[in-house]
């Protein structure tokens, strides 16, 4: 194995000194929070409720979780949600799939939106990027699972919603250094203040590693702005803005033999062209909200994204920007039905986004050793795509025990190419629609016992095509391509057990998804989107967390995560080829998550959690499939008070500490091309540790 660039010698000393020089006396003699399970209120449905309340399954990593890690990626976090898989083959190359959906996506996450602050993070084509979205500057994460709410449009996958931190206090600064194995170091900086009508902060933050691979160093900045400003006693204006320059080298995926002699390696041509992605990425909107009086409240956010990538490849070089404006708009009518309490929220959400794209070749094995040079333009395009989703939702109280709630969204995609430049004489510009899908959804749920609830719910979802499906590699169009519909079918039970020590959740689904988008590979790295008939996801998902106090010194959170699927083709003919029948590629068909945290008086923190991840078939054939695995992450943190003013944590961890080998990301379907074996395996990285130091004013 490669050594660390930053020796475990040096990161121990770093680690010692920051403990033993600041275990000052802390501030209090009792654990944090000695009451029983929270109330935790969701803010991304339809009004905000609480957890248990809501017909749907919807997961919350709140502030306290998000810290419970080396700050990085948020993978770690997300895979311990039931149902939720993060696929890391490197910092810059993940993919997330809810109860299998998005799976068969190369490189990227699609078929789940997702957004920031009430902002789209997902593009108008689909692809969805959250972790530029800083762990530092994030205050809690909520996941819906599959088509779950009318109000954000109709994704197969779901919805994942971040709201980042506001300054709660009239003045408050803080910073941060993370260093690690491999390389990584981590810095943070953020102040805001608050005043009686408005508040205001910023953060930067920048990330490196050298990772543990060939070709794999990586490095990203971003300063995140946000503000709020009440105009009067019945309007307030919000403001958020974040901006992202990273570059990240690409290390490529492994045949089966280097992937277990070599894991850290990078594939001879990835490395031989010096092949990496880098971007500038601008997320920005402001939001207006009024309320018109008791009943009638309204907001709406208008909003920008742009970004402009350079990915040189072994095969080209993509050269692309997108530059994308929109707006969202919801109206809420609180009222009453027979004296019960209701909501109605009406509205529409718009994007515009135009997409310039193009290939350039790389001459790289011309001139070895300089990594890639351009050569000639190979393919050209503009794409303006146009999304436009309606959607009412209504939620009403039946009884005391009894809510409903009952959404329509429709859906309309359309864009316009222009071809700018071809390899022959076939000119597709022209304009192309998908009609409009209307989407219905109903959720019940019964309060069967005080604590205790049953829901049920039957949603339809609609997920369009990509750019990078439309295109194929000469840069013509798919005009064959029709979107992934489906219907989801979920029940499930929410409950509180030994007075609110206890919480348990369990959700029992069943998805039939027609139209399937699958990815058919026609060379080394290369892709083009077909449909490939049907498929049904069915799974149970479990959910249990507790708190056991232990005196006056100690409490233990306990928890278990775990989900269990059957996800199959049942109809995929792909040519001479019939999979009916086969597991879906890609998907693990099991995850499991068991961990504690532990909290003693005087402000120490110790966490651990086992992650097991099953089997994943890797074609759509079965004929291979990787290893399940199991890792294990320790965390071991210091806080306490400084002169009244400051917070001082000290934090260290150890990721993988069982030096598990495994893959962290698998390349569905990949093929040997010129007598070669596929490359299927993004390897994990293994055994690494860390340390931090933070300090709040």
Same mark, same amino acid.
């Given at each position: ?37 929270? $109330? ?5 449905? !339809? ?8 017909? /749907? ?7 306290e979780l998000l810290r419970q890690n080396d700050g ?6 997300? &895979? ?5 898989? =993060?696929?890391?083959?490197?910092? *810059? ?30 593009? +108008? ?5 959250? $972790? ?60 805001? =203040?608050?005043? $009686?009508?408005?508040?205001? %902060? ?32 019945? @309007? ?24 277990? !002699? ?59 920007? %997108? ?32 997409? %310039? ?23 050209? *395009? ?26 329509? &969204? ?15 004489? !076939? ?16 959720? #019940?749920?019964?309060? /069967? ?57 369990? +959700? ?10 699958? +990815? ?49 083709? @049942? ?15 890609g998907v693990p068909d099991r995850t499991a998550n ?12 110790? %966490? ?13 054939? *079965? ?7 199991? #890792?294990?992450? !320790? ?12 917070? #001082? ?36 990285e293994p055994r690494s540790f860390w340390c931090g ?5």
């Open positions: 194995m490669k050594a660390d660039a930053l020796p475990l010698l040096k990161i121990a000393a770093i680690c010692i000194s920051i403990f033993a020089g600041k275990a000052l006396q802390a501030q209090g003699s009792a654990y944090r929070d000695t009451a029983g399970i929270p $109330e935790v209120v969701i803010r991304g449905t !339809l009004k905000k409720d609480t957890l248990r309340r809501v017909p /749907a399954s919807v997961a919350v990593l709140d502030a990085t990626v948020i993978t770690s976090l997300i &895979n311990q949600v039931p149902g939720v898989y =993060m696929q890391q083959g490197a910092l *810059n190359t993940n993919r997330i799939t809810v109860r299998g959906i998005g799976a068969r996506s190369q490189y990227s996450t699609n078929r789940v939106k997702a957004y920031v602050d009430g902002i789209p993070v997902s593009t +108008a084509a689909g692809t969805t990027v959250i $972790e530029d979205i800083d762990l530092e500057v994030t205050e809690s994460v909520e996941i819906l699972k599959g088509p779950a709410s009318s109000i954000y449009g109709t994704g197969l996958g779901g919805v994942i919603n971040l709201f980042t931190k506001k300054s709660e206090r009239p003045a408050a600064a803080s910073a941060g250094i993370t260093v690690g194995s491999f390389g990584l170091v981590k810095q943070s900086l953020s102040a805001g =203040m608050r005043g $009686e009508h408005a508040d205001v %902060r910023a953060a930067y933050q920048r990330l490196r590693s050298d990772g543990f691979r060939e070709n794999m160093a990586y490095d990203r900045e971003s300063l995140t702005l946000n503000g709020g400003y009440r105009i009067g006693e019945k @309007t307030d204006l919000r403001a958020s803005a974040i901006l992202t320059r990273m570059k990240g080298f690409i290390p490529s995926s492994l045949n089966e033999t280097d992937f277990n !002699l070599r894991p850290d390696k990078a594939d001879e041509n990835w490395n031989a062209a010096a092949g990496f992605e880098s971007y500038d990425r601008l997320i920005a909107g402001i939001t207006l909200s009024h309320r018109f009086n008791a009943a009638w409240h309204g907001e709406t956010t208008f909003f920008t994204h742009i970004a402009d990538s350079y990915e040189p490849r072994p095969f080209d070089i993509l050269d692309e920007s %997108r530059t994308g404006f929109g707006s969202r708009t919801l109206i809420h009518n609180m009222h009453r039905i027979g004296g019960r309490a209701a909501q109605l929220t009406v509205g529409g959400e718009y994007i515009g986004e135009h997409y %310039r794209g193009g290939t350039i070749e790389n001459r790289y094995r011309e001139f070895p050793g300089r990594g890639s040079i351009p050569g000639e333009v190979l393919t050209g *395009n503009r794409q303006q795509r146009d999304n436009l989703n309606l959607f009412a939702q209504h939620g009403t109280e039946l009884s005391e025990r009894w809510h409903f709630e009952v959404g329509l &969204n429709l859906n309309s995609t359309a864009y316009s190419l222009e071809d700018l430049f071809a390899t022959d004489s !076939l000119d597709q510009s022209g304009n192309y629609r998908y009609g409009a899908v209307l989407s219905p959804r109903a959720g #019940l749920s019964f309060e /069967a016992a005080r604590g205790r609830v049953l829901y049920a719910t039957v949603s339809h979802g609609f997920s369009a095509p990509g750019v990078e499906e439309t295109l194929t590699p000469s840069g013509e169009v798919n005009t064959d391509l029709r979107p992934e519909t489906g219907v989801n079918y979920e029940t499930g039970i929410k409950a509180e057990w030994l007075n609110k020590r206890l919480y348990t959740e369990a +959700a029992l689904y069943t998805a039939d998804i027609r139209n399937l988008l699958v +990815a058919r590979r026609i060379g080394d790295d290369r892709f083009i989107g077909i449909n490939a008939g049907a498929v049904r996801h069915t799974g149970v998902e479990i959910y249990v967390s507790g708190k056991i106090p232990a005196g006056k010194m100690w409490l233990f959170r306990p928890y278990f995560t775990g989900s269990l699927h059957r996800f199959r083709f @049942t109809d995929f003919i792909d040519g001479d080829a019939n999979y009916s029948g086969n597991p879906v590629t068991l961990g504690i945290e532990i909290e003693r008086s005087g402000g120490w923190h110790f %966490r651990v959690n086992a992650l097991h991840v099953g089997a994943i078939p890797l074609n759509d054939a *079965n004929t291979a499939q990787s290893a399940p695995y199991t #890792l294990i992450n !320790l965390r071991l943190a210091y806080e306490t008070k400084l002169f009244q003013k400051y917070v #001082l944590t000290a934090e260290a961890g150890i990721n993988n500490a069982a030096d598990t080998h495994y893959a962290a990301s698998i390349l569905p379907n990949a093929q040997g091309f010129g007598g070669n074996a596929p490359r299927y395996f993004y390897p994990g130091l933070r300090v709040v004013f």
